[in-house]
Protein backbone atom coordinates (compact mmCIF):
# COMPACT_ATOMS: atom_id res chain seq x y z
CA UNK A 1 0.00 0.00 0.00
CA UNK A 2 3.07 2.31 -0.27
CA UNK A 3 1.37 4.19 -3.14
CA UNK A 4 -1.44 5.53 -0.56
CA UNK A 5 -1.68 8.89 0.43
CA UNK A 6 -2.49 8.58 3.93
CA UNK A 7 -2.38 12.66 4.63
CA UNK A 8 -5.72 12.76 3.38
CA UNK A 9 -6.74 11.46 6.25
CA UNK A 10 -7.65 13.14 9.93
CA UNK A 11 -4.69 13.15 12.34
CA UNK A 12 -7.33 11.73 14.69
CA UNK A 13 -8.83 9.28 12.02
CA UNK A 14 -9.78 5.63 13.53
CA UNK A 15 -7.99 3.00 12.66
CA UNK A 16 -9.35 -0.30 13.17
CA UNK A 17 -10.44 -3.83 12.99
CA UNK A 18 -13.86 -5.50 13.88
CA UNK A 19 -14.75 -9.11 15.53
CA UNK A 20 -18.05 -9.84 17.08
CA UNK A 21 -19.02 -12.40 20.40
CA UNK A 22 -20.40 -15.57 18.74
CA UNK A 23 -17.84 -15.75 15.51
CA UNK A 24 -14.56 -14.98 18.12
CA UNK A 25 -15.28 -16.31 21.67
CA UNK A 26 -16.25 -19.77 21.78
CA UNK A 27 -16.83 -21.04 25.56
CA UNK A 28 -20.22 -21.51 24.41
CA UNK A 29 -21.18 -23.36 27.69
CA UNK A 30 -18.44 -22.03 30.14
CA UNK A 31 -18.54 -19.81 33.24
CA UNK A 32 -22.31 -19.69 33.66
CA UNK A 33 -23.05 -18.24 29.59
CA UNK A 34 -26.56 -19.17 28.51
CA UNK A 35 -27.04 -20.19 25.05
CA UNK A 36 -27.51 -17.95 22.03
CA UNK A 37 -29.96 -18.37 19.11
CA UNK A 38 -26.60 -18.97 16.97
CA UNK A 39 -26.17 -21.79 19.45
CA UNK A 40 -29.41 -23.67 18.82
CA UNK A 41 -29.01 -22.99 15.22
CA UNK A 42 -25.74 -24.34 14.23
CA UNK A 43 -26.40 -27.45 17.17
CA UNK A 44 -29.73 -28.36 15.26
CA UNK A 45 -27.26 -29.10 11.73
CA UNK A 46 -27.72 -28.74 8.57
CA UNK A 47 -27.44 -25.06 8.51
CA UNK A 48 -24.13 -23.75 8.55
CA UNK A 49 -21.29 -25.61 6.26
CA UNK A 50 -20.10 -29.11 7.06
CA UNK A 51 -22.10 -28.61 10.55
CA UNK A 52 -19.50 -25.92 11.61
CA UNK A 53 -20.27 -24.28 15.24
CA UNK A 54 -19.22 -21.64 16.97
CA UNK A 55 -18.57 -23.29 20.10
CA UNK A 56 -14.68 -22.95 20.32
CA UNK A 57 -14.10 -20.37 17.54
CA UNK A 58 -11.18 -18.79 17.90
CA UNK A 59 -11.22 -19.21 21.30
CA UNK A 60 -10.93 -16.01 22.27
CA UNK A 61 -13.05 -16.06 25.61
CA UNK A 62 -9.35 -18.13 26.75
CA UNK A 63 -7.33 -16.46 24.55
CA UNK A 64 -7.57 -12.70 24.84
CA UNK A 65 -4.62 -11.79 25.57
CA UNK A 66 -3.12 -13.26 22.59
CA UNK A 67 -5.69 -11.24 20.44
CA UNK A 68 -4.71 -8.30 22.21
CA UNK A 69 -1.01 -8.94 20.58
CA UNK A 70 -2.80 -8.91 17.32
CA UNK A 71 -4.42 -5.66 17.99
CA UNK A 72 -0.85 -4.09 18.93
CA UNK A 73 0.97 -5.76 16.38
CA UNK A 74 -1.49 -3.66 13.83
CA UNK A 75 -1.06 -0.75 15.71
CA UNK A 76 -4.62 -0.19 15.82
CA UNK A 77 -5.73 2.92 17.51
CA UNK A 78 -9.29 1.47 17.86
CA UNK A 79 -11.17 -2.13 17.99
CA UNK A 80 -14.76 -2.81 18.22
CA UNK A 81 -15.81 -5.94 19.74
CA UNK A 82 -19.58 -7.32 20.67
CA UNK A 83 -20.36 -8.01 24.02
CA UNK A 84 -22.06 -11.44 24.25
CA UNK A 85 -25.42 -10.67 25.76
CA UNK A 86 -26.04 -14.08 26.44
CA UNK A 87 -22.66 -14.16 28.64
CA UNK A 88 -23.08 -11.08 30.70
CA UNK A 89 -27.27 -12.05 31.27
CA UNK A 90 -27.54 -15.83 30.46
CA UNK A 91 -31.53 -15.57 30.34
CA UNK A 92 -31.21 -12.21 28.19
CA UNK A 93 -32.47 -10.10 31.38
CA UNK A 94 -30.80 -8.25 34.20
CA UNK A 95 -33.08 -10.86 36.68
CA UNK A 96 -29.65 -12.83 36.25
CA UNK A 97 -25.94 -11.36 36.00
CA UNK A 98 -23.41 -13.75 35.27
CA UNK A 99 -20.51 -12.13 37.15
CA UNK A 100 -17.85 -13.88 34.94
CA UNK A 101 -18.70 -12.29 31.78
CA UNK A 102 -19.20 -8.88 33.23
CA UNK A 103 -15.51 -9.71 34.63
CA UNK A 104 -14.29 -10.65 31.19
CA UNK A 105 -15.52 -7.84 29.62
CA UNK A 106 -14.14 -5.43 31.99
CA UNK A 107 -10.24 -7.26 32.02
CA UNK A 108 -11.03 -6.75 27.77
CA UNK A 109 -12.15 -3.31 28.34
CA UNK A 110 -9.34 -2.45 30.45
CA UNK A 111 -6.57 -4.43 28.60
CA UNK A 112 -7.28 -2.00 25.67
CA UNK A 113 -7.37 1.24 26.91
CA UNK A 114 -4.18 0.48 28.79
CA UNK A 115 -2.69 -0.48 25.83
CA UNK A 116 -3.67 2.99 24.25
CA UNK A 117 -6.70 1.85 22.14
CA UNK A 118 -9.78 2.97 22.30
CA UNK A 119 -13.07 0.11 22.28
CA UNK A 120 -16.30 0.21 20.18
CA UNK A 121 -18.66 -1.83 21.74
CA UNK A 122 -21.03 -3.65 19.64
CA UNK A 123 -24.41 -4.71 22.23
CA UNK A 124 -26.02 -6.92 19.72
CA UNK A 125 -24.24 -8.58 16.88
CA UNK A 126 -26.55 -11.18 15.77
CA UNK A 127 -26.48 -13.68 19.02
CA UNK A 128 -29.89 -13.22 20.66
CA UNK A 129 -30.12 -15.19 23.71
CA UNK A 130 -32.26 -18.44 23.33
CA UNK A 131 -34.46 -17.33 26.58
CA UNK A 132 -35.51 -14.55 24.77
CA UNK A 133 -36.34 -16.12 21.67
CA UNK A 134 -38.19 -18.96 23.32
CA UNK A 135 -40.58 -15.87 24.28
CA UNK A 136 -40.62 -14.64 20.89
CA UNK A 137 -37.39 -12.79 20.14
CA UNK A 138 -37.18 -10.01 17.49
CA UNK A 139 -40.75 -10.65 16.70
CA UNK A 140 -42.51 -9.73 20.53
CA UNK A 141 -43.36 -6.48 21.45
CA UNK A 142 -41.51 -6.83 24.60
CA UNK A 143 -38.07 -7.26 23.46
CA UNK A 144 -37.35 -3.00 22.94
CA UNK A 145 -37.98 -2.92 26.80
CA UNK A 146 -35.59 -6.39 28.01
CA UNK A 147 -33.21 -4.69 25.10
CA UNK A 148 -33.08 -1.62 26.79
CA UNK A 149 -32.49 -3.10 30.32
CA UNK A 150 -29.75 -5.01 28.71
CA UNK A 151 -28.20 -1.84 27.42
CA UNK A 152 -28.67 0.37 30.15
CA UNK A 153 -26.70 -2.62 32.63
CA UNK A 154 -23.98 -2.45 29.80
CA UNK A 155 -24.06 1.53 30.22
CA UNK A 156 -23.64 1.26 33.83
CA UNK A 157 -21.02 -1.50 33.58
CA UNK A 158 -19.02 -0.60 30.94
CA UNK A 159 -19.66 3.27 29.97
CA UNK A 160 -16.80 4.89 32.45
CA UNK A 161 -14.37 3.71 30.15
CA UNK A 162 -16.19 3.24 26.55
CA UNK A 163 -16.91 5.89 24.31
CA UNK A 164 -17.98 4.98 21.31
CA UNK A 165 -21.59 2.38 21.44
CA UNK A 166 -23.24 0.13 18.52
CA UNK A 167 -26.60 -0.63 19.70
CA UNK A 168 -27.04 -3.69 17.19
CA UNK A 169 -24.92 -4.20 14.03
CA UNK A 170 -26.65 -5.14 10.47
CA UNK A 171 -30.91 -5.17 11.79
CA UNK A 172 -31.44 -5.56 7.95
CA UNK A 173 -29.41 -8.64 8.11
CA UNK A 174 -31.24 -9.96 11.11
CA UNK A 175 -34.55 -9.59 9.74
CA UNK A 176 -33.92 -10.77 6.29
CA UNK A 177 -31.76 -13.39 6.87
CA UNK A 178 -33.18 -14.59 10.38
CA UNK A 179 -37.06 -14.38 10.00
CA UNK A 180 -37.55 -13.97 5.83
CA UNK A 181 -35.27 -16.58 4.37
CA UNK A 182 -34.10 -18.53 7.26
CA UNK A 183 -30.75 -18.93 6.23
CA UNK A 184 -29.58 -17.17 9.70
CA UNK A 185 -30.58 -17.88 13.17
CA UNK A 186 -33.14 -17.83 13.99
CA UNK A 187 -34.16 -19.76 11.06
CA UNK A 188 -37.35 -18.29 10.93
CA UNK A 189 -38.91 -18.44 6.70
CA UNK A 190 -41.91 -16.37 7.11
CA UNK A 191 -41.78 -14.22 4.10
CA UNK A 192 -43.29 -10.81 3.85
CA UNK A 193 -44.63 -10.75 7.36
CA UNK A 194 -42.07 -11.03 10.33
CA UNK A 195 -39.40 -9.40 8.41
CA UNK A 196 -41.01 -6.35 9.21
CA UNK A 197 -41.98 -7.10 12.73
CA UNK A 198 -38.23 -8.20 13.68
CA UNK A 199 -37.07 -5.25 11.59
CA UNK A 200 -39.29 -2.79 13.72
CA UNK A 201 -39.06 -4.02 16.96
CA UNK A 202 -35.18 -3.76 16.45
CA UNK A 203 -35.41 -0.24 15.74
CA UNK A 204 -38.09 0.06 18.75
CA UNK A 205 -35.06 -1.33 20.68
CA UNK A 206 -32.24 1.37 19.21
CA UNK A 207 -34.46 4.35 19.98
CA UNK A 208 -35.03 3.33 23.47
CA UNK A 209 -31.36 2.36 24.01
CA UNK A 210 -30.43 5.71 22.68
CA UNK A 211 -32.49 8.08 24.66
CA UNK A 212 -31.80 6.05 27.76
CA UNK A 213 -28.08 6.75 27.48
CA UNK A 214 -29.10 10.61 26.23
CA UNK A 215 -31.25 11.02 29.89
CA UNK A 216 -28.98 9.06 31.96
CA UNK A 217 -26.08 8.46 30.94
CA UNK A 218 -24.35 11.17 28.28
CA UNK A 219 -23.53 14.17 31.03
CA UNK A 220 -21.22 12.11 32.87
CA UNK A 221 -20.07 9.27 30.36
CA UNK A 222 -20.06 11.75 27.30
CA UNK A 223 -20.22 8.86 25.15
CA UNK A 224 -21.33 8.30 21.54
CA UNK A 225 -24.41 5.97 20.54
CA UNK A 226 -25.09 4.83 17.11
CA UNK A 227 -25.95 1.43 15.54
CA UNK A 228 -24.35 0.33 12.37
CA UNK A 229 -26.25 -0.45 9.31
CA UNK A 230 -25.08 -2.49 6.13
CA UNK A 231 -25.31 -1.46 2.48
CA UNK A 232 -24.56 -2.11 -0.84
CA UNK A 233 -23.90 0.71 -3.54
CA UNK A 234 -26.60 -0.01 -5.98
CA UNK A 235 -26.64 1.45 -9.94
CA UNK A 236 -29.57 0.76 -12.25
CA UNK A 237 -28.55 -2.59 -14.39
CA UNK A 238 -29.98 -0.37 -17.91
CA UNK A 239 -28.94 2.92 -17.02
CA UNK A 240 -31.02 3.40 -19.68
CA UNK A 241 -34.20 2.39 -18.43
CA UNK A 242 -36.74 4.32 -16.20
CA UNK A 243 -38.13 0.81 -14.67
CA UNK A 244 -34.48 -0.03 -13.96
CA UNK A 245 -33.43 3.26 -12.34
CA UNK A 246 -36.73 3.72 -10.64
CA UNK A 247 -36.22 0.20 -8.89
CA UNK A 248 -32.39 1.01 -7.98
CA UNK A 249 -33.92 3.16 -5.42
CA UNK A 250 -36.69 1.20 -4.05
CA UNK A 251 -33.74 -1.41 -3.50
CA UNK A 252 -31.93 1.45 -1.74
CA UNK A 253 -34.60 2.44 0.38
CA UNK A 254 -35.44 -1.08 1.38
CA UNK A 255 -32.06 -1.75 2.38
CA UNK A 256 -30.23 1.38 4.03
CA UNK A 257 -33.10 3.05 3.76
CA UNK A 258 -35.18 1.08 6.32
CA UNK A 259 -33.62 1.45 8.95
CA UNK A 260 -31.80 4.84 8.03
CA UNK A 261 -34.76 6.82 7.06
CA UNK A 262 -36.55 6.39 10.11
CA UNK A 263 -32.84 7.29 12.95
CA UNK A 264 -31.83 10.69 10.35
CA UNK A 265 -34.51 11.51 8.54
CA UNK A 266 -38.36 11.42 8.98
CA UNK A 267 -38.85 8.90 12.11
CA UNK A 268 -40.41 6.57 9.93
CA UNK A 269 -39.92 4.36 7.52
CA UNK A 270 -39.31 5.27 3.05
CA UNK A 271 -42.32 6.97 1.59
CA UNK A 272 -42.01 4.22 -1.08
CA UNK A 273 -41.25 1.70 1.27
CA UNK A 274 -44.56 2.10 2.94
CA UNK A 275 -46.52 3.00 0.13
CA UNK A 276 -45.67 -0.39 -2.19
CA UNK A 277 -46.24 -2.53 1.05
CA UNK A 278 -49.48 -0.95 1.92
CA UNK A 279 -50.34 -1.08 -2.03
CA UNK A 280 -49.36 -4.73 -2.09
CA UNK A 281 -50.53 -5.77 0.95
CA UNK A 282 -53.99 -4.67 0.04
CA UNK A 283 -53.64 -6.41 -3.58
CA UNK A 284 -52.99 -9.47 -1.60
CA UNK A 285 -55.75 -9.23 0.91
CA UNK A 286 -53.89 -9.26 3.64
CA UNK A 287 -56.16 -9.54 7.28
CA UNK A 288 -53.96 -7.66 9.13
CA UNK A 289 -53.60 -4.65 6.89
CA UNK A 290 -50.37 -3.31 6.24
CA UNK A 291 -47.65 -5.71 7.01
CA UNK A 292 -44.88 -2.74 7.76
CA UNK A 293 -45.58 -1.46 11.90
CA UNK A 294 -46.46 2.49 12.83
CA UNK A 295 -44.14 3.82 15.21
CA UNK A 296 -46.55 4.73 18.25
CA UNK A 297 -46.45 8.29 19.63
CA UNK A 298 -46.55 6.70 22.74
CA UNK A 299 -42.47 5.91 22.27
CA UNK A 300 -39.69 7.55 22.23
CA UNK A 301 -39.26 8.34 18.82
CA UNK A 302 -36.45 6.70 16.60
CA UNK A 303 -35.63 10.07 14.61
CA UNK A 304 -32.03 11.78 15.92
CA UNK A 305 -31.40 8.74 17.65
CA UNK A 306 -27.62 8.55 16.30
CA UNK A 307 -24.30 10.36 16.93
CA UNK A 308 -22.76 9.10 14.01
CA UNK A 309 -23.66 7.24 11.09
CA UNK A 310 -21.76 3.31 11.33
CA UNK A 311 -21.52 2.02 7.84
CA UNK A 312 -20.63 -1.89 6.66
CA UNK A 313 -19.73 -1.89 3.08
CA UNK A 314 -18.71 -4.87 1.25
CA UNK A 315 -20.09 -4.98 -2.41
CA UNK A 316 -22.00 -3.47 -4.86
CA UNK A 317 -24.78 -4.69 -6.86
CA UNK A 318 -26.66 -3.76 -10.63
CA UNK A 319 -30.34 -3.72 -9.96
CA UNK A 320 -33.64 -4.78 -12.60
CA UNK A 321 -37.18 -4.08 -12.10
CA UNK A 322 -38.86 -6.61 -10.83
CA UNK A 323 -42.46 -5.76 -11.12
CA UNK A 324 -44.10 -8.63 -13.43
CA UNK A 325 -44.42 -11.90 -13.87
CA UNK A 326 -45.11 -15.20 -11.86
CA UNK A 327 -43.91 -13.14 -8.61
CA UNK A 328 -46.65 -10.28 -8.92
CA UNK A 329 -48.59 -12.37 -6.25
CA UNK A 330 -46.04 -13.86 -4.53
CA UNK A 331 -45.86 -12.74 -0.89
CA UNK A 332 -42.29 -11.73 -0.23
CA UNK A 333 -40.03 -8.76 1.26
CA UNK A 334 -38.18 -9.24 -2.39
CA UNK A 335 -41.51 -8.74 -3.87
CA UNK A 336 -42.44 -6.05 -2.10
CA UNK A 337 -39.18 -4.59 -2.89
CA UNK A 338 -40.06 -5.26 -6.55
CA UNK A 339 -36.22 -5.67 -7.45
CA UNK A 340 -34.06 -7.99 -8.62
CA UNK A 341 -29.76 -7.57 -8.21
CA UNK A 342 -27.20 -9.00 -10.23
CA UNK A 343 -23.73 -8.49 -9.95
CA UNK A 344 -21.33 -7.12 -12.66
CA UNK A 345 -19.46 -9.95 -14.96
CA UNK A 346 -16.70 -6.80 -15.03
CA UNK A 347 -16.56 -7.37 -11.38
CA UNK A 348 -13.98 -9.89 -9.66
CA UNK A 349 -15.37 -11.95 -7.05
CA UNK A 350 -13.26 -12.58 -3.81
CA UNK A 351 -14.03 -15.92 -2.41
CA UNK A 352 -17.54 -16.27 -1.34
CA UNK A 353 -20.01 -15.84 -4.11
CA UNK A 354 -21.70 -13.04 -3.26
CA UNK A 355 -18.54 -10.72 -2.80
CA UNK A 356 -17.96 -8.61 -5.56
CA UNK A 357 -14.77 -6.64 -5.09
CA UNK A 358 -15.89 -3.00 -5.95
CA UNK A 359 -13.66 -0.45 -4.48
CA UNK A 360 -15.45 2.56 -5.35
CA UNK A 361 -18.67 2.23 -4.32
CA UNK A 362 -17.36 2.66 -1.27
CA UNK A 363 -16.73 6.40 -2.29
CA UNK A 364 -20.20 6.74 -3.95
CA UNK A 365 -22.30 5.50 -1.48
CA UNK A 366 -20.24 7.26 1.58
CA UNK A 367 -21.66 10.39 -0.76
CA UNK A 368 -24.47 9.70 -0.90
CA UNK A 369 -25.14 8.76 2.69
CA UNK A 370 -23.61 12.15 3.55
CA UNK A 371 -26.65 13.81 0.49
CA UNK A 372 -29.00 11.84 1.54
CA UNK A 373 -29.31 11.20 5.13
CA UNK A 374 -26.62 12.99 7.25
CA UNK A 375 -23.85 15.45 7.88
CA UNK A 376 -22.46 13.51 10.81
CA UNK A 377 -19.46 11.66 10.85
CA UNK A 378 -19.56 8.03 9.56
CA UNK A 379 -17.50 5.46 10.63
CA UNK A 380 -16.47 2.23 8.25
CA UNK A 381 -17.59 -0.19 11.08
CA UNK A 382 -16.76 -2.74 8.63
CA UNK A 383 -15.25 -3.65 5.36
CA UNK A 384 -13.04 -6.56 4.02
CA UNK A 385 -11.99 -9.10 1.58
CA UNK A 386 -12.76 -12.98 1.74
CA UNK A 387 -10.41 -15.96 0.65
CA UNK A 388 -11.32 -19.83 0.33
CA UNK A 389 -9.43 -22.59 -0.48
CA UNK A 390 -6.13 -23.23 0.25
CA UNK A 391 -4.49 -20.19 2.92
CA UNK A 392 -2.35 -17.49 1.29
CA UNK A 393 -0.42 -15.89 3.89
CA UNK A 394 0.89 -13.49 1.05
CA UNK A 395 -2.38 -12.38 0.31
CA UNK A 396 -1.50 -10.00 -2.35
CA UNK A 397 -4.96 -9.42 -3.93
CA UNK A 398 -6.45 -8.34 -0.64
CA UNK A 399 -3.68 -5.88 0.07
CA UNK A 400 -4.43 -4.43 -3.17
CA UNK A 401 -7.88 -4.21 -2.22
CA UNK A 402 -7.25 -2.32 1.08
CA UNK A 403 -4.85 -0.19 -0.98
CA UNK A 404 -7.70 0.73 -3.71
CA UNK A 405 -10.26 0.51 -0.84
CA UNK A 406 -8.32 3.33 1.09
CA UNK A 407 -8.09 5.67 -1.51
CA UNK A 408 -11.60 5.50 -2.47
CA UNK A 409 -11.98 7.01 1.37
CA UNK A 410 -9.64 9.21 0.86
CA UNK A 411 -10.84 10.34 -2.04
CA UNK A 412 -14.54 10.74 -0.56
CA UNK A 413 -12.51 12.43 2.71
CA UNK A 414 -10.23 15.09 0.74
CA UNK A 415 -12.75 15.19 -2.63
CA UNK A 416 -16.24 14.91 -1.74
CA UNK A 417 -15.89 16.70 1.59
CA UNK A 418 -17.54 13.58 3.41
CA UNK A 419 -16.45 13.80 7.14
CA UNK A 420 -15.66 9.81 7.21
CA UNK A 421 -13.42 9.59 11.19
CA UNK A 422 -12.67 6.01 11.11
CA UNK A 423 -11.96 2.72 8.86
CA UNK A 424 -12.31 -0.91 10.75
CA UNK A 425 -11.61 -3.97 8.94
CA UNK A 426 -13.23 -6.94 8.98
CA UNK A 427 -11.71 -9.03 10.39
CA UNK A 428 -9.25 -8.76 13.31
CA UNK A 429 -9.15 -12.54 12.58
CA UNK A 430 -10.16 -15.51 10.35
CA UNK A 431 -13.08 -16.47 12.31
CA UNK A 432 -17.02 -18.00 12.45
CA UNK A 433 -18.62 -16.60 9.03
CA UNK A 434 -21.75 -17.81 10.18
CA UNK A 435 -23.50 -19.84 7.34
CA UNK A 436 -20.45 -20.10 6.11
CA UNK A 437 -18.37 -21.83 8.81
CA UNK A 438 -14.78 -21.78 8.56
CA UNK A 439 -14.68 -22.26 4.97
CA UNK A 440 -14.16 -18.52 4.62
CA UNK A 441 -11.14 -16.42 6.01
CA UNK A 442 -11.44 -12.73 6.53
CA UNK A 443 -8.60 -11.92 9.31
CA UNK A 444 -5.99 -9.63 9.31
CA UNK A 445 -4.62 -12.76 11.13
CA UNK A 446 -5.08 -16.60 10.10
CA UNK A 447 -6.18 -18.88 12.74
CA UNK A 448 -5.05 -22.11 12.56
CA UNK A 449 -8.36 -24.23 13.56
CA UNK A 450 -6.64 -27.45 12.97
CA UNK A 451 -3.77 -26.63 15.73
CA UNK A 452 -4.43 -27.13 19.31
CA UNK A 453 -3.59 -23.88 20.16
CA UNK A 454 -5.29 -22.63 17.59
CA UNK A 455 -1.75 -19.83 16.30
CA UNK A 456 -2.55 -16.64 14.87
CA UNK A 457 -0.14 -15.82 11.94
CA UNK A 458 -0.70 -12.28 10.66
CA UNK A 459 -1.18 -12.18 6.89
CA UNK A 460 0.62 -10.02 4.32
CA UNK A 461 -2.73 -7.85 4.42
CA UNK A 462 -2.02 -7.25 8.10
CA UNK A 463 1.46 -6.42 7.20
CA UNK A 464 0.16 -3.89 5.01
CA UNK A 465 -2.40 -2.95 7.07
CA UNK A 466 -0.01 -1.84 10.14
CA UNK A 467 2.08 -0.08 7.51
CA UNK A 468 -0.57 2.16 6.47
CA UNK A 469 -1.13 2.85 9.86
CA UNK A 470 2.11 3.64 11.01
CA UNK A 471 2.50 5.84 8.27
CA UNK A 472 -0.84 7.84 9.06
CA UNK A 473 0.34 8.14 12.63
CA UNK A 474 3.82 9.17 11.51
CA UNK A 475 2.99 11.82 9.08
CA UNK A 476 0.36 13.56 10.61
CA UNK A 477 1.20 14.12 14.21
CA UNK A 478 -0.02 17.75 15.34
CA UNK A 479 2.15 20.44 15.18
CA UNK A 480 4.21 20.35 18.57
CA UNK A 481 4.06 16.46 19.60
Not at 328 to 357: M, N, T, Y
Request: net charge negative.
Amino acid sequence: MSGLDVTVFPHDFAWGAATAAYQIEGGWDVDGRGPSVWDTFCHAKGGVFEDHTGDVACNSYQLWEVDLKCVQQLGLTHYRLSLSWSRLLPDGTTDHVNPKGVAYYNKVIDDLIACGVTPMITLYHMDLPQALQDLGGWSSTEIADIFESYARFCFKSFGDRVKLWITLNEPYVCAKLGHEDGTFAPGIKDPGISVYLAGHNMLRAHAKAWHTYNTNFRLLQAGQVSLALNSDWAEPSDPGSHKDAAATERYKDFTLGWFACPVFCTGDYPESMRARIESRSLGLGCKQGSRLPRFSKDEPSPLGTADFFALNYYTSRKVKDLNGGSKKRELSFVCDQGAEVVVDPSWPICGVHWLAVVPDGLRKLLKYIKDTYTSLPIYITENGFSQMGPVQIEDTDRSQFYQDTLQEVGKAISQDRVNVKGYFAWSLLDNFEWNDGYSVRFGLFHVDFFAPDLKRTIYGSGREYAAVISKHRSQTKPKGI
